[in-house]
């Protein structure tokens, strides 16, 4: 369990989350057990390859490059980069037009197409508290974090808009016209896990109860709309 909120955290000691509800959901309708343990984007994929974790919870996005040493479940919901302005930008070539710096996260899939747009203009912290720290602060112009991420950090905010990032960047920026789509990792080659995690997921996309959930932490249910096909991010 990465502790990435919404989607997954210790809460005062429990966990707690989006991701943490679907997998209590499919565990009590499988009637099966879940043991927690804390986890790292570092160390998760590795853990889960080496017997040591079944499965991860926390915003993992479906790569090949992750699919070389596990499985994933079937698509959880889209993992959309967002736009955040104090400008009231909505769209990437209105942050393109202004002056200033743009800041972004290190290890982000969209990193090297926001490069190409903004070139030096573009700086990268280690962690989404410093990247908000200087957009705070007035040092950047714009923060490109995931959609779900900034809702979360600027909820509330009537100075801040912050908006799933769109325009027409573009045939060349695949990473930012085909947004990753988030699932659960787990051991490669157990079938059976991977049919009762990816069952569990669809009766609750197709319920509603998934987007429930993104709702009640003010993100748009139209992320649990995942293409009928699984998207998986090309190899780096």
Not at 70 to 83: N, P, T
Request: aromatic residues 8%; contains cysteine; charged residues 25%.
């Amino acid at each position: 369990m990465i502790d990435y909120p919404p989607f997954s955290s210790y809460n005062d000691g429990k966990p707690d989350g989006i991701d943490i509800s679907i997998v209590k959901k499919i565990a009590a309708d499988d009637c099966l057990e879940v043991s927690w343990q804390p986890a790292t984007y570092a160390d998760a994929i590795t853990s889960i390859a080496q017997g040591n974790l079944d499965i991860a919870t926390g915003s993992i996005a479906v790569t090949e490059d992750r699919m070389k040493a596990v499985d994933f479940s079937s698509s959880l919901y889209v993992e959309a980069m967002g736009i955040t302005t104090k400008a009231g930008a909505k769209t990437i070539e209105e942050v393109r037009d202004m002056d200033g710096k743009v800041g972004t996260v290190d290890g982000y899939m969209t990193n090297a197409d926001l490069e190409k747009i903004f070139g030096d203009r573009l700086i990268s912290y280690p962690s989404p508290v410093e990247l908000k720290a200087d957009f705070d602060a007035g040092r950047l112009i714009a923060d490109f974090e995931t959609y779900a991420v900034a809702a979360l950090q600027f909820k509330g905010n009537s100075d801040v808009t912050v908006v799933p990032a769109t325009g027409d960047v573009g045939e060349d920026f695949g990473s930012l016209n085909n947004p990753a789509e988030d699932g659960f990792p787990l051991t490669k080659g157990n079938a059976s896990l991977k049919t009762a995690i990816s069952d569990g997921i669809k009766a609750q996309q197709a319920d509603g109860s998934l987007g429930k959930l993104l709702e009640a932490v003010g993100l748009s249910a139209d992320l649990a709309k995942v293409s009928s096909e699984q998207y998986v991010v090309p190899a780096s």
